[in-house]
């Protein structure tokens, strides 16, 4: 099993920034396809990005150009930087790390974009 902790949620103004971490747990990081999950108010979860072994990256198009996901294998943390945030990205944001049969969760973090 793998455990997953994201922090760097919070509320923001309407073309402001916020980074996300998710730091995980176990040896075998760098072999993980992380990626960022997020699920608004009576709306199913969605992909955002996610990145693989060789940091290779793929986006939802309704954040590409301003979401960037990046990973630290050292530091066993994936990150998501958020620019031009609208209020339409306003969700809790969750990781995700998958391997072979491993599927793990963080624990979700609240992204609130408002004026």
């Known amino acids: 099993q793998v455990q997953l902790v994201e922090s760097g949620g919070g509320l923001v103004q309407p073309g402001g920034s916020l980074r996300l971490s998710c730091a995980a747990s176990g040896s075998i990081f760098s072999v993980y396809i992380m990626g960022w999950y997020r699920q608004a108010p009576g709306k199913q979860r969605e992909l955002v990005a996610h990145i693989n072994s060789r940091s290779t990256t793929n986006y939802a198009d309704s954040v590409k150009g301003r979401f960037t996901i990046s990973r630290d294998n050292a530091k066993n943390t994936v990150y998501l930087q958020m620019n031009s945030l609208k209020p339409e990205d306003t969700a809790v944001y969750y990781c995700?790390?998958?391997?072979?049969?491993?599927?793990?969760w963080g624990q979700g973090t609240q992204v609130t974009v408002s004026s």
């Open positions: 995700n790390a998958r391997s072979g049969t491993l599927n793990g």
